[in-house]
């Protein structure tokens, strides 16, 4: 639970942050295009101005690890044969976390809860595809999606582009950067820990550590974490922590907090470049959990 408090505040931050257009630091964007601001920035409208999609950022950010067992799911896959034939083996833990949520949110005892959440079918088939998106998203181990994600945002977001001329060709582009914007909000707030100040950074680090170590000990896994971890974190931050803060700047939306989120993630990275081999030396010190296999 304090992971997912964690990240719905990191959410609901980013939320809070987007910004309107005659606030918009165009000089940071990457994807300028000669048609004025109000396409320029037309990605950002319903994002906050829409209570279903601001709700369904918070809710997605409180339940995206419900009944999370501590391993990823490649481990997860080889432990749980039911969970694994339940969802094919693609984002087990995620499909889990969407589906026992929405079970008990649709108990009778939450029927008043989903009457201020959505009035008809339609707008529940919306909240729900929106939960489905963001917590899909936090999935960041399948190759696969991840190649879609990327290539979906170059679309989006794709300079050469030319400007949507029927109204409904313009909804379907302002609804595809939206969805993106959101799936790398709830991505950035899934591991805000590393964008945010290093002592902040350093206490989440440990605590996966100790999660991965446990996991190692008790048999779950075949790997020792501590093995690589320092080098693993380098990695981290080079190929996916650095990139994700560089698009929420890109994207234009997050107003200061992008540039924020990108200077902590390059000091981090650098502070963990010196102390990190240290910090290990320190985990393994501290965890207080089974150490033989």
């Given amino acids: 639970f304090e992971h997912a408090s964690h990240v719905t505040q990191s959410v609901a931050k980013l939320m809070a942050r987007v910004v309107t257009p005659d606030s918009i630091d165009y000089e940071v964007m990457r994807y300028k295009k000669q048609t004025g601001e109000a396409q320029l920035h037309e990605y950002t409208y319903g994002i906050t101005s829409d209570p ?17 067992s501590g391993l990823p799911n490649a481990n997860l896959i080889e432990c749980n044969q039911e969970l694994a034939d339940r969802y094919k083996k693609k984002s087990v833990a995620e499909q889990n976390s969407v589906d026992l949520s929405w079970e008990l949110l649709m108990e009778p005892r939450f029927v008043d809860l989903r009457g201020c959440i959505y009035m008809d079918q339609e707008e529940m088939d919306r909240f729900r595809q929106l939960v489905v998106n963001s917590v899909m998203a936090t999935d960041i181990a399948d190759k696969e999606l991840g190649a879609l994600r990327r290539k979906r945002w170059e679309t989006a977001f794709d300079q050469s582009a030319l400007p949507s001329d029927t109204l409904e060709l313009q909804r379907d582009s302002v609804n595809r950067k939206a969805t993106i914007v959101i799936e790398h909000l709830i991505q950035a707030s899934d591991v805000s820990h590393t964008m945010q100040h290093w002592h902040v950074y350093r206490k989440w680090n440990e605590k996966l550590f100790h999660e991965m170590y446990r996991a190692y000990t008790e048999g779950k896994s075949e790997k020792d974490p501590s093995i690589g971890w320092y080098e693993g974190e380098l990695g ?50 501290n965890y207080t959990g089974p150490r033989n296999k």
């Fill in 52 to 68: 279903l999609i601001h709700f369904a950022c918070i809710y997605s950010a409180l339940i995206h690890d419900v009944d999370h």
């Fill in 236 to 285: 981290f931050f080079d190929f996916y922590i650095i990139p994700l803060a560089r698009k929420l700047q890109e994207c234009g939306v997050f107003g200061v907090s992008s540039a924020e989120y990108l200077n902590y993630a390059k000091a981090n990275r650098k502070e963990w470049e010196t102390r990190g081999e240290e910090s290990v030396v320190k985990y393994l010190k």
